[in-house]
Structure formats: structure tokens, C-alpha cells
């Protein structure tokens, strides 16, 4: 099974916490993010929902699905349009 990335195309790291503000995932877990095995993928996006609430986690939950559903996330599409 092929696990979606969940890069949303947000990718601005807070300097403070060093989580993503698009997919709250840290440094450390998108750079190694082609390394982990299926698992521990859906372990690390089960994780940075879990980093999440609110807005943020319901915008996550519409663009990360858009992503899996079309290969490109909303935000990706809009920059290609412009």
C-alpha cells in the first residue's frame, strides 16, 4: 500500500516548536518521511492530527483528503492555476 504524504503544501515550520502549520509534522519526521514503511506513516499523520484542533485540524482533514482522492492538494492546484 502507497501512503499519501500528508504535505499539504503549506510547509512553513513554526521556529518555536518546529512543527509544520500545514501538516504539523516536525523537521525531523518530513525529512525522514520516505524512509518510514507504511506503518510507521500512518502512525506519524495519526500523530500530527493529534498535534492538531480546530480549524487547522478541519482544513488538514479537507486538503489532505482532496490530496489522496486527486494527487494534488488545493493549495498545490491554486499555485499551478496562478
Keep these: 500500500m502507497t501512503i499519501t504524504s500528508p504535505?499539504?503544501?503549506?510547509?512553513?515550520?513554526d521556529p518555536d516548536t518546529d512543527l509544520c502549520y500545514?501538516?504539523?509534522?516536525?523537521?525531523?519526521e518530513i525529512k525522514e518521511w520516505s524512509k518510514y514503511n507504511d506503518?510507521?506513516?500512518l502512525k506519524v499523520i495519526e500523530i500530527s492530527r493529534n498535534r492538531m484542533d480546530?480549524?487547522?485540524r478541519k482544513a488538514f482533514d479537507k486538503a489532505?483528503?482532496?490530496k489522496v482522492?486527486?494527487?494534488?492538494?488545493?493549495l498545490k492546484k491554486q499555485k499551478?492555476?496562478?
Design 22 to 28: 500545514g501538516c504539523s509534522r516536525t523537521s525531523k
Design 64 to 66: 489532505y483528503k482532496e
Design 7 to 13: 504535505c499539504i503544501n503549506v510547509c512553513v515550520t
Design 69 to 74: 482522492e486527486t494527487g494534488t492538494s488545493p
Design 54 to 56: 480546530g480549524w487547522q
Design 80 to 82: 499551478l492555476q496562478d
Design 39 to 41: 506503518e510507521e506513516q
